[in-house]
């Protein structure tokens, strides 16, 4: 099995909430064959019990269409408002999530997913997550390439679009500090358009 090269001490330990017993084991397994430590929920309630006592998870795949009164979605939203520095993966087989129902920085893959397809996909929201164990460059780097996303984005994608934009921006904003970030990214992309179009 592939292991993510991009996991820290930090992003080791992942929660997988879904109410299929075999997909659930599926992920799982993936998960702690790449080396993560994992614990399983079978709904949201589940899962917001086993984050209330746990400070150890940094990484929660959800399903979004799950059996209680909370779905996946919804699940997302209420972990990013009380944890924000969870990494969230949204999946489904059957809904395909419109940009703007994800909450800011989380990604989705459509089930059917091969094993590699679901470690690169998490080892990328992991590095995205956590901007400031890159260089200087590679933060200006995703901060310049969410620009040209927003500016080609089509109209019902740009509030997503724009929101990772927001986030890439405010990676540079930690890294070099409001006013100081401009500078930085105007020296290295000199005949960039301006920003936030």
């Not at 992942?14 to 929920?41: C, H, I, K, N, S």
């Not at 800011?104 to 400031?132: C, M, Q, W």
Request: net charge negative; hydrophobic share 45%.
């Amino acid at each position: 099995m592939e292991t993510l090269t991009g996991s820290t001490a930090n992003y080791s330990t992942a929660l997988v909430v879904e109410d299929e017993p075999l997909v659930r084991t599926y992920v799982a397994e993936v998960l702690m064959d790449a080396g993560y430590r994992v614990f399983e929920a079978c709904d949201a309630l589940d899962a917001l019990a086993i984050l209330g006592e746990r400070r150890d998870v940094h990484i929660v795949l959800t399903d979004i269409e799950m059996p209680g009164g909370m779905d996946g979605l919804e699940l997302a939203g209420t972990i990013r408002s009380r944890w924000p520095e969870i990494v969230i993966l949204v999946h489904s087989g059957r809904v395909r999530p419109a940009a703007h129902a994800l909450p800011l920085g989380a990604g989705f893959i459509a089930k059917p997913y091969r094993a590699d397809e679901l470690l690169r996909e998490l080892e990328e929201l992991v590095e995205r997550h956590s901007p400031s164990t890159g260089t200087d460059e590679d933060i200006l780097d995703a901060w310049h390439a969410t620009e040209l996303a927003q500016a080609q984005a089509p109209p019902a994608d740009k509030p997503f679009a724009l929101a990772q934009a927001m986030a890439a921006e405010q990676a540079a904003i930690e890294r070099f500090g409001r006013g100081p970030h401009i500078a930085a990214y105007d020296a290295r992309f000199p005949d960039a358009p301006e920003r936030g179009g």
